[in-house]
């Protein structure tokens, strides 16, 4: 088996594969979308975590259309989308779909727990000025009514992924790593596919849902892109979005996307890392016997 070579390292985005071109045959290793919801209204009882406002979102699930009903400080609104859908775990569903009716490329993604009754996702933006091509998010946690669910009890931010790099294959050509670095900082890398050779450091926010399970998102400062999984390192699959500008041509590109991952020897701590003081050993330091 021959290595692909990576071509020069370039920071000029103009010379890194389009938008539209890297996310070409990324739905190859992604989940079958689950119909389990059909026929269903789910009620969430939420609140937006940059300013505490409370709304209320009804979304009903009938066929391949979702009508949702929002209500919050700016007033009702409501639109039928298509969507889609993949329960990655029993009772817990990734959720995504665009809502058409806005004036710029507004899209929802969310894990939901019907499990648990716990809902995080994140409202994505397009088209806003003074960058029209970077993408924002506002993030959202809510309850559903008709469970036991607390608003005490909503999905935590995490640091369970800090200092793993976990390979993610999205098809038989396009292979990232990310280097998860502190709780606002990961590093990522292309091994295989149109971008191989190009990586970066983004931003980035971490949730945990279950056990072993996360979503993580991130924004790329570089080409304006939202990306959004939900992580499962029980079966080590994944679901996403991708969502931004292709900025040679201007489209918009909104895909869903899965992996399958691996992961590799964990980076230690700063504090495992740490070198001793002289006749001191790294246990005596982390056991508390000594001051570091």
Known sequence: ???????????????????????????????????????????????????????????????????????????????????????????????????????????????????????????????????????????????????????????????????????YAYSRDDVYDHVYLNENLFTWLCLGGAEIGVGDTDSCTYWKLRENTYLFSWLEKNVGVEGMVLIDLNAYRTVGIQFGIDQPTGDLVNITMGSYAREFERIPSVEEARPAPAGVTATDVLDGQVSA
């Open 1 to 167: 088996m021959t290595t692909p070579t990576a071509p020069a390292f370039s920071w000029n985005k103009d010379d890194w594969a389009s938008l539209a071109e890297m996310a070409d045959g990324f739905d190859e290793y992604r989940p079958a979308t689950s119909h389990a919801l059909d026929g269903r209204t789910i009620i969430l009882g939420g609140r937006y975590l940059d300013t505490a406002e409370p709304f209320t979102l009804t979304q009903t699930f009938q066929g391949d259309e979702l009508h949702w009903i929002l209500e919050d400080a700016d007033g009702p609104r409501s639109g039928n989308e298509t969507f889609e859908l993949f329960e990655m775990q029993p009772g817990l569903f990734y959720l995504h779909y665009r809502r058409h009716a806005e004036a710029h490329p507004v899209v929802v993604s969310a894990a939901l727990d019907l499990t648990s009754g716990q809902v995080t996702g994140a409202v994505g933006f397009l088209g806003l000025e003074p960058a029209p091509h970077r993408a924002r998010q506002r993030w959202f946690q809510g309850q559903i009514d008709g469970t036991a669910a607390e608003a005490a009890g909503a999905h935590p931010v995490t640091d369970e992924l800090i200092g793993r790099r976990i390979r």
